[in-house]
């Protein structure tokens, strides 16, 4: 069981152990992701794993989850589009999938499964081919 899922009943803020104090900047995205750091991962929405996953937060405790998401339908949709979540994965640093290269291999291996479909949906592999 990948670590992700072990901690599914928990926030980012007890997972990472990093209480943020209230934002000073007024944002609804700020806001947004302040909010979501509280919130059980099991909660958490299409849109909610899009919005964190396009930030850069909590990777090491999203990814997993993502990952399974996409497993189970490769172009879900946040409220962008069809596809917008997977387009946020493949937007992730490079150095997350250095360190993680369990993920990075998991995540080719649905890449390759897709293949067909994410050149027909015209969705950009360049990020996920520099890793």
């Known amino acids: 069981m990948s670590q992700g899922l072990n901690n599914k009943n928990s926030s980012l803020e007890v997972l990472e152990g990093d ?6 900047f007024n944002s609804h995205l700020v806001k947004k992701c302040h909010e979501l750091r509280k919130v059980p991962l099991s909660e958490f929405s299409i ?8 930030q850069q937060t909590g990777l090491k ?10 497993s189970g339908d490769f172009f879900a949709e946040g409220d962008f589009y069809e ?3 997977l ?9 997350f ?10 995540l080719a291996v649905l ?8 050149i027909e949906r015209g969705i950009d592999l ?5 890793i």
């Open 126 to 130: 360049k990020n996920f081919s520099e």
């Open 83 to 85: 596809g917008d979540l």
């Open 61 to 70: 405790f999203l990814v997993p989850l993502v990952l399974d998401i996409l």
């Open 111 to 118: 890449i390759a499964t897709n293949k067909s479909e994410i």
């Open 19 to 24: 209480y943020w104090a209230v934002p000073d």
């Open 97 to 106: 999938w250095i360190l993680n290269n369990d993920l990075k291999e998991k």
């Open 47 to 54: 849109e909610d794993f899009r919005l964190m996953i396009s």
């Open 87 to 95: 387009v946020a994965v493949l937007k992730i640093d490079l150095n």
